[in-house]
């Protein structure tokens, strides 16, 4: 199979010295980038324990929400809660912004907009404990699916990252680097002939010349 070289090049020793010191550059960005990829990658999976961990809490706490929103509906009636539940107050705007980490802007939830009342806006005599309950896990449940969207937003932008990064690191090991390593070979190939070309064209011109000499000085 015949190797790839870069186009365009000229087979000279300038040449040469400038694809050698790409070749070298090419090397390192391949090393700097397999770190990236290895980074994000370490990163994606300790992102994954995380969401894997959050969605466990979310489900605990969905099931405890409703089982206490079911059994409050049970001593109040559905229509109290329903209520109840229309005197909670908005708790604010979610805003978004974005953290650069490993050179990747990163969407970040931000929640600083976002308050959560100390006490229910409700009075403690028109509820029951388990309203109360429900309104709590409610409440904490909010507060997860905020970190659970931010956490996913992570994990969105790091496998966009992998990919990209895994591509470059791909190009680099896969073509470009082959085709300077192809290309130094061509060019040293070509210099090594025309230095032989070179001696023997030197060797046979000089043989001319000391012919001639012995041939005048036999005149």
């Known amino acids: 199979m015949t190797e790839e070289i870069l186009d365009n090049v ?3 020793r300038m040449e040469l010295l400038e694809i050698r010191k ?10 700097l980038l397999e770190e990236k990829r290895d980074a994000l990658v370490e990163r994606f999976f300790t ?10 809490e979310l489900n605990d706490l969905f ?9 409050a509906e049970m001593i109040l009636g559905e229509h109290r809660v329903d209520e109840l539940a229309t005197l909670t107050p908005p708790l604010g705007e979610i805003q978004m912004s974005a953290e650069n ?10 929640t600083t907009q976002i308050t959560y009342p100390k006490q229910p806006s409700y009075g403690f005599f028109e509820s ?12 904490k449940i909010v ?4 970190l659970l969207s931010d956490i996913e937003s992570d994990l969105k932008a790091l496998i966009l990252e992998i990919e990209k990064t895994k591509r470059r690191v791909n190009v680099l090991e896969n073509t470009l680097i082959p085709k300077l390593d192809a290309t130094i ?3 040293s190939m070509q210099l090594d002939e025309r230095e032989r070309e070179d001696f023997f064209r030197r060797k046979r011109i000089k043989a001319i010349m000391e012919k001639q000499k012995t041939y005048e000085h036999r005149r």
């Open 185 to 187: 070979k061509y060019i």
């Open 128 to 139: 029951c404990s388990k309203f109360d309950d429900a309104y709590q896990q409610f409440q």
């Open 10 to 12: 000229n087979p000279t």
């Open 143 to 146: 507060q997860q699916l905020l």
């Open 63 to 71: 099931s405890q929400g409703y089982t206490s929103l079911i059994q």
């Open 101 to 110: 980490i490993m050179g990747v802007k990163i969407p970040k939830v931000d």
């Open 22 to 31: 790409k070749r070298v550059l090419a090397e390192k960005g391949h090393k």
């Open 47 to 56: 992102v994954i324990e995380q969401r894997n961990a959050l969605r466990q």
